[in-house]
């Protein structure tokens, strides 16, 4: 029998975040956690620990994938480095229109959007707890973050459901980052 540690239950924090956010949207700055630390250990150890052992949304998609994948291979492009890098680019285009417009709300020449952009198209009005004192960029910021949180979590249950659990993990933008981190690191060009 396998002694379960502290990092085997990590799939909490990703639902317990999830949650949060729904109850106030400022919640979402938390996530910066989930984007930091995965840079910092490839940066520091030139491995991919964070991804095998401490990433929490691979841990949900792994213990949820157990009663609801069909377990199936990914697509062979799906494998590909061209879709991998592709799609973090993708990404990356989408995270950086998000801190324009936060920009914008800062520059004040744009009004604070209260509303989730899930997969880029699809705006959910949100009830934002007027009762906080924030500047109107901060809750821009955490508006877009936590869109770009749950568009990759709807990706992420979406492949976990048609392929294998951890299907995301194979094109995940944050393990794309990290692995091209840990090569720089390890041809010692960091």
Do not use: H
Not at 109 to 130: D, V
Not at 136 to 145: D, I, R, T
């Amino acid at each position: 029998m396998k002694d379960n540690k502290w990092s085997d239950y990590l799939w909490i924090v990703e639902i317990t975040y999830l949650v949060l956010g729904f109850f106030n949207i400022l919640f979402a700055w938390l996530g910066m956690i989930f984007f930091v630390t995965p840079l910092l250990i490839s940066s520091i150890k030139g491995n991919k620990s964070y991804c095998n052992k401490y990433c929490g949304r691979g841990q949900l998609f792994a213990t949820l994938g157990k009663q609801l994948s069909r377990n199936k291979p990914l697509p062979k492009f799906m494998r590909t480095s061209y879709f991998r890098y592709g799609f973090l680019t993708f990404f990356m285009i989408m995270f950086l229109n998000m801190v324009f417009t936060t920009y914008l709300v800062f520059a004040g020449t744009s009004n604070l959007s209260e509303a989730l952009t899930i997969l880029w198209t699809f705006k959910l009005p949100w009830a934002f707890a007027n009762t906080i004192d924030v500047v109107p960029w901060v809750a821009q910021y955490a508006f877009g973050f936590y869109s770009v949180m749950m568009t990759s979590t709807i990706i992420g249950m979406t492949t976990m459901v048609l392929f294998k659990p951890r299907g995301f993990c194979v094109y995940c933008p944050m393990g794309t980052m990290t692995q091209g981190i840990c090569k720089l690191k390890n041809k010692g060009a960091l």
